[in-house]
């Protein structure tokens, strides 16, 4: 359990790809946050899937998308690999969200969703 919720990871046993990968978060797979979709559809914005950034699968060198969930926000986010780093020595890998994280949000990228200042019908 952590500070918030409870997780349930993947541990890799059957396919070393899939450690760490969340399962369930505070028992769902789906979250039942987001419902403003114009569609009626809010599974893009409901997604739980990816790790919580805190960890990642091996043999991820030189990959150059990951998804993350972050509960504080309530949401999948898909990061992009920028180039490697440091830390105290330490080699890492630095990723960052995409540009369009925010701007890009609406019915045509099928994530309207996101938009909270419509209220449902």
Request: aromatic fraction near 10%; glycine fraction near 10%; charge should be negative.
């Amino acid at each position: 359990m952590t500070e918030d919720g409870i997780y349930t990871i993947n541990t890799g046993v059957k396919n070393a790809l899939e450690t760490q990968m969340i399962e369930f978060w505070n028992g769902k797979n789906m979250l039942d946050k987001w419902s403003n979709s114009s569609r009626g559809s809010s599974m893009t914005c409901n997604k739980i899937e990816g790790t919580d950034g805190s960890g990642y699968p091996p043999f991820r060198e030189g990959v150059q998308r990951m998804t993350i969930f972050s509960s504080d926000i309530c949401r999948t986010v898909d990061i992009k690999y920028v180039g490697s780093s440091s830390y105290e020595g330490i080699p890492a890998a630095r990723y960052v969200t995409d540009d369009n994280f925010l701007n890009k949000i609406g019915p045509e990228h099928n994530n309207d969703c996101f938009c909270v200042n419509r209220i449902p019908k």
